[in-house]
């Protein structure tokens, strides 16, 4: 992509445009080729007839994530095992604005990823971004009334799926680092202790390394499961990180990266995301810029 001049519109609002695009995609990579797709048509566009460049430049950036979302349907369908989003390291600073925060989570994505592509649209241009119907309209091509219809039910949707019980960021962050030490120990009673009988792993190799293919169920083949990768690995590095705004877990697994992420209830794990598909791990280094 050819470099903007920095007093470009496109450049001070990239680190929304690439949110909007993340939020969307659960893929950064995705995310970056349709800002690169955005600023071609950007760099075409007949700047004076363009009032609110903000808004322009969202609505061209939704567009086209929706283009996108609706070509890779059918590869994500076809993917070997479950599908997680792509992990971001992020500042403690992000998890300052609970609302970006939660909308970024591992959890919240894997829920969006249960949308259709307008449906998912329309949630986060209004829920996260507090876009208003008319403008989101533009972005989606449906009525304004549509889009309220739209909007409607997919909160619903998501209000079914999300976390129910809403917990502090020192709360998770202290849970989390008791189930990174319990991780490096693999004892089975440590590993019980922090996690709620319910609890549930998913993760994501896709087919690229070793993952359990469908969701793990419950507190005792859990603990099983990860206290034996405990044992065959040796001494396991789990390295607290933040990932998404949210405290979470970096590891090494047979030698391959790995990075963990959990959902935090009443003080328990209820639900932890393993995300071990290469492919997906590659901005662990350097903190992503999200912003809304």
Do not use: C
Not at 112 to 133: D, G, N, Q, S
């Amino acid at each position: 992509m050819t470099a903007a001049p920095t007093d470009d519109p496109f450049v001070a609002h990239r680190g929304l445009l690439f949110t909007v695009a993340y939020e969307m995609l659960g893929s950064a990579a995705d995310a970056e080729d349709v800002l690169q797709e955005s600023w071609l048509r950007w760099a075409g566009a007949d700047r004076s007839q363009v009032r609110d460049a903000r808004a322009y430049l969202v609505r061209i950036v939704t567009r086209q994530a929706l283009n996108r979302l609706r070509s890779l349907s059918r590869s994500r369908e076809e993917y070997v095992g479950e599908w997680l989003p792509e992990p971001l390291l992020t500042s403690p600073d992000v998890a300052e604005d609970v609302e970006l925060a939660e909308s970024v989570s591992i959890a919240m994505l894997t829920v969006l990823e249960t949308l259709a592509p307008t449906e998912r649209a329309v949630f986060v241009l209004r829920e996260v971004f507090e876009m208003p119907y008319g403008e989101i309209a533009g972005a989606v091509g449906k009525s304004p009334a549509s889009v309220r219809q739209i909007a409607r039910r997919a909160r619903e949707h998501v209000a079914a799926r999300r976390p129910r019980v809403p917990v502090s960021r020192s709360e998770q962050q202290a849970v989390m680092e008791r189930f990174l030490a319990a991780l490096r120990t693999g004892e089975l009673a440590e590993l019980l202790e922090v996690m709620a009988p319910d609890v549930v792993v998913i993760a994501d190799g896709g087919g690229q390394v070793r993952a359990v293919t469908a969701p793990v169920h419950g507190a005792e083949v859990v603990a099983e499961l990860l206290s034996r990768a405990s044992r065959t690995t040796g001494t396991l590095d789990a390295t607290p990180v933040w990932l998404n705004g949210a405290p979470a877990g970096r590891l090494t697994l047979d030698g391959e990266p790995t990075a963990l992420s959990a959902v935090v209830e009443d003080g328990r794990i209820t639900r932890i995301y393993v995300m071990r598909n290469p492919r997906k791990l590659t901005r662990l280094d350097e903190p992503a810029r999200l912003t809304r």
